[in-house]
Structure formats: structure tokens, C-alpha cells
């Protein structure tokens, strides 16, 4: 019997969260455009995952090729890989697809296929919209066949922006009674709290809007202004919600009872944490209060207008799943909105803000806590727990907290990060290519401190020879004698890394100091100054 329609909490998919991941999944699948979607392309492109090791499974008990997928340098053979999917069988089912790899595949793309990126359907053709397009571009050498190192992640905001402009959460993949456009309620909500001078939206109240019926933002301000007073009369405190109170609020509004449906920690939590992540990928929301508000990027002012102002809405009936619906849905999301999608960067280079902001966190977070962010960071098995920076991707937060680091230990440093931020200083996108991460300075040091969290033998490649070139060209075209060196920091550093610096130093007359998370901690708290790290033992 077919599940009745009801109403559902606005939850994205957490199968792939990281948006360079989606366009690398992207780029595999773009491989089989315009294929009949059947058994036997489902597993060739399973198959290409694993080879690109995108996807790790969890059931994978050899520790040799274990091993082997923490080596980026190491190509699996064809025997290798079927028996890979032989001995990790996927325990999971999803509608029109096969127990197993099949539904695999569908949890990887359908969240893609949601935002108007690509379509499949079994024994129909794939197809991959111009957006999908360009996100794969973004990533992916389709000339050379390799994925890139660095990427454009504003060009990747803006397709995001461009996809939640229009993305509803009545549609047919969710079949969800409630219907409304997340982002532009979200916009619209923000700037009303603003206009009547009212705080912005609390991360306590977010849970509300993941369950609410419709695009009436009047109705969802009062409903909010209405919570903040209520909560006030008992507690004397503001925003001082109970998740209790928050979890039973958001019940009634999915008019259900079903705790085991709607479980506490996914309303109050884990949806809300992937809700922030997906909007802060746009561009045009920043976090306030050290993490406990988000509001709009003032930065991004014009498109926030812009988006509000939009009427577009799929036409079609949302609550229809058939594939020619889902069809007509991919055609409405894979539109795209050339104000929106740009190739110009976001205007985010508030290097003021950004320096503030790391002193405030500096005089904030103790330098324990920096540290023990920063391990974990590095690490594959650990999760930050702290409200604002577990909403930060880890490649971001690793350029972040290094800034702050360094900010922390040394009082007479600049340290200016190049990553992008928001319009307080709060970091969006990593550092473009073509710059150092940071640039840290003294009256007599330059130095230019790269982080990558790659840990095997391809940091030589992708890593070294590019902080080569890039700390030649400063030399060359600097207009001071300072001394100047780069830093490379990883999580491990692989062995050729060290004979690369030896090279460097010998040829280029360079010095390239590297350390591990672990190392660089020390070394940065054993130092007086900057100059210390320029560590030439290490270059021997």
C-alpha cells in the first residue's frame, strides 16, 4: 500500500555534503551521458566512483585495499574493484532501484538530480543539465581526463544559488503537503526581522522553518515574533528555547505525533545543520553572534533583492512522483538564471573583517581549544562539536583555524588569510588558486603558509610544486628584503615532500619548511616569531 501524503521536515540529503563532491560525482556520471540508465551502467559507474575513490565502503574488511584507497597514486585493477563490490554488498533499498549497489547510486545522485544538475531513471537516458555542466568544469579536466586541484567555489556557490533560487520542497522527488521556496522564505523572513529592527533569525528558531506549510512569510514572522514573547513571559531570557519546546512546536506543525518518524535529533539538529550548510553555500547568508544567528550577507544585497522578487514556481503537480513529472521538475530546476550564475567571483575580499574576526576568535576560543579543532580537523574519524565551526567544511575550517593559530601565538604578526567571507569576516569559500592561504608578516619575515588536508604522495604535485612557483613569483616581484619562505601544513606529510624541499632548496635557493598538524602545533608554540618556523633542518 502506498504511503499516504503527509507532511515532512525539510531535510537535504547528507550523502554527500561537501559541493567539490557533488561535482566530482558529477563528473564520473557526465561520463555516461545520454546512456540508458541500466544495471550494467549503474555498476560501470559504481565502479568508476570507487576507482576515483570518491566512496569508501564501510564494509570493506580487507585492510590492504583499505589502505590502498588512502592512496591517491594507487589505480585499482578491474579485478580489484569487482571484488570490492563483491565483498561490500549495500544493505539498502531505495524505490526503483535494486537492494544493493543500485540503491547506492541512487542516494549519491538523487540530491543532484533534485537541485536540476542531472536526471536518470532506470532504461531512460541520463542527462546532465548546463548547470551540472558547469559544476563539472569547475572541478574536472575533460581534456586531460584528471580532476583539478584547485576550484572556483564562488562560480560553485552561485550554481547553488541559482538551484535553491528555485527549489521547492513540494516536488516530486519528496512529496512532501508542505510547499514552499526554503531560500526565498528564508530572505524574506531575514529581511522583515530587519526592516521591523528585530534580532535575525536564531539557530533555535530554524527547526520552524524546516516545517513550515507555505510561502507566507507574514504568517512565519509573527509565528517567530510569537515564539520569541512566549519564550521571553517564562524564561526572563532571550532565545533561551528548549529543544523540547522547539521539537513539540515543529510536531504540531507537521500535524503528527510520530516521534520514531520525525525523531528529536534530526528535527532539532542534524536537518538544521545541513540546512545552514546548504544555504551558506549560496553566498548571501552569514552567521552572526559567533554562530547563534544567520542573516543576510549584506555583501550580496543585490541578489537578495533580486531572489526575493522572483514569482518563477514549477507548475507541474508536486505531488506526482512519476518520472515524466520528475522529469518536468529536472527541465524547471536545470533553468538557468544568468543574474544568478556567474563566473565573476562573489565580492567578498573584506580583508578588514577577516583580520577582526580572527582576533576576536583569537581572544575568544582559548588555545586549547584551537589545537584540539585543529587535530580534529586533520583527522578522518573525529567530528568538531562546536555550534559555529563544525558548519564550516573542513578544508575552509583548516585555513580558518590556522589563521587563528597563528594569530593566538604571535602578537606582532599580520595574518591575513585569502580565503573569501562573508560581510563580517566569517569565511565562505577557500582560497582561489594563484595565492597563498595565508600571508603572515613581521617588520623583517614574509611568509606564505599553505594547508592542504591531502596525505599522501600526490601533496608533491598538487601542493609543493605550486607553493614553488608562487613563492618565486612574490620574490621576484616583492619591493622589500624581508626574508621570505613558504610553510606547508597537512595532516601527515608524505615522504617525497621532503625530498621536494631538499630540491627546492638547492635549485630554486628557496626554503619550503614542512610540518604535520601535530609538529606545527609545536613548532608554533616553542617560536617567538615567525621567522622560527622557516625551520632549515628540515631542508637538509
Known amino acids: 500500500m502506498a504511503r499516504k501524503n503527509e507532511r515532512k521536515i525539510l531535510s537535504f540529503s547528507t550523502t554527500i555534503r561537501n559541493p567539490r563532491r557533488i561535482c566530482e560525482f558529477l563528473a564520473i556520471l557526465s561520463k555516461f551521458e545520454n546512456q540508458e540508465l541500466t544495471h550494467e551502467i549503474i555498476m560501470n559507474i559504481v565502479k568508476d566512483v570507487l576507482k576515483n575513490k570518491l566512496y569508501i565502503p564501510r564494509a570493506m574488511k580487507d585492510i590492504l585495499l583499505k589502505n590502498n584507497f588512502e592512496d591517491k597514486n594507487y589505480i ?42 542531472c536526471y536518470y531513471s532506470k532504461n531512460k537516458k541520463i542527462l546532465i543539465s548546463e548547470s551540472g555542466k558547469i559544476l563539472i568544469n569547475a572541478v574536472y579536466d575533460i581534456h586531460n581526463n584528471v580532476f583539478k586541484d584547485d576550484c572556483d567555489e564562488s562560480l560553485i556557490g552561485s550554481i547553488f544559488l541559482n538551484a535553491l533560487s528555485k527549489y521547492e520542497i513540494g516536488n516530486p522527488y519528496k512529496k512532501n503537503l508542505n510547499y514552499n521556496n526554503p531560500l526565498r522564505v528564508l530572505l524574506k523572513l531575514l529581511q522583515k526581522l530587519k526592516i521591523n529592527n528585530k534580532s535575525p533569525l536564531n539557530i533555535k528558531e530554524i527547526p520552524i522553518l524546516l516545517c513550515w506549510h507555505n510561502n507566507n512569510t507574514e504568517e512565519l514572522y509573527q509565528y517567530i515574533i510569537d515564539l520569541r514573547n512566549e519564550n521571553y513571559d517564562l524564561t526572563s531570557i532571550h532565545f533561551n528555547y528548549s529543544d523540547e519546546v522547539i521539537y513539540t512546536k515543529c510536531l504540531e506543525l507537521l500535524e503528527s505525533n510520530n516521534q520514531k518518524r520525525f525523531k528529536f535529533n534530526q528535527v532539532i539538529k542534524e536537518a538544521v545543520d545541513e540546512y545552514i550548510r546548504k544555504m551558506r553555500i549560496t553566498g548571501v547568508i552569514s552567521i552572526r553572534g559567533n554562530g547563534k544567528f544567520i542573516d543576510i550577507n549584506s555583501d550580496e544585497i543585490e541578489k537578495v533583492k533580486y531572489i526575493i522578487n522572483l514569482n518563477s514556481c514549477f507548475t507541474g503537480n508536486y505531488l506526482d512522483d512519476s518520472e515524466a513529472n520528475k522529469l518536468n521538475f529536472y527541465n524547471y530546476m536545470a533553468e538557468i538564471d544568468s543574474y544568478l550564475i556567474t563566473t565573476k567571483q562573489i565580492s567578498t575580499d573584506n580583508t578588514n573583517k577577516k583580520i577582526d574576526k580572527l582576533k576576536e576568535f583569537a581572544n575568544i576560543y582559548q588555545a586549547e581549544s584551537i589545537k584540539k579543532e585543529l587535530m580534529i580537523t586533520c583527522s578522518k574519524k573525529q567530528s568538531s562539536k562546536d555550534d559555529l565551526l563544525k558548519l564550516i567544511d573542513r578544508p575552509l575550517r583548516f585555513e580558518f583555524l590556522t589563521a587563528i593559530y597563528l594569530t593566538q601565538n604571535f602578537s606582532n604578526l599580520h595574518v591575513i588569510p585569502n580565503y573569501k567571507s562573508d560581510d563580517e569576516g566569517y569565511p565562505i569559500f577557500t582560497a582561489s588558486g594563484g595565492k597563498a592561504d595565508i600571508i603572515a608578516f613581521d617588520e623583517n619575515t614574509e611568509s606564505y603558509i599553505e594547508v592542504s588536508l591531502i596525505q599522501d604522495r600526490t601533496q608533491t604535485a598538487n601542493e609543493m610544486i605550486p607553493i614553488t612557483r608562487h613563492l618565486q613569483e612574490y620574490i621576484k616581484n616583492s619591493t622589500n628584503n624581508k626574508n621570505k619562505f613558504s610553510v606547508f601544513i597537512a595532516p601527515n606529510i608524505h615522504s617525497d615532500v621532503k625530498t621536494y624541499a631538499q630540491f627546492a632548496k638547492d635549485k630554486f635557493k628557496i626554503n619550503i619548511p614542512y610540518y604535520n598538524i601535530s609538529d606545527f602545533i609545536a613548532k608554533v608554540e616553542d617560536s617567538e616569531e615567525i621567522i622560527d618556523l622557516n625551520d632549515e633542518s628540515l631542508l637538509i
Open 76 to 117: 585499482f585493477t578491474d579485478e580489484e574493484l569487482n571484488y570490492i563490490i563483491q565483498k561490500s554488498p549495500q544493505n539498502h533499498k531505495e524505490k526503483n532501484f535494486e537492494l544493493g549497489w543500485e540503491s547506492r547510486f541512487d542516494t549519491w545522485y538523487k540530491l543532484m538530480s533534485e537541485f536540476g544538475f
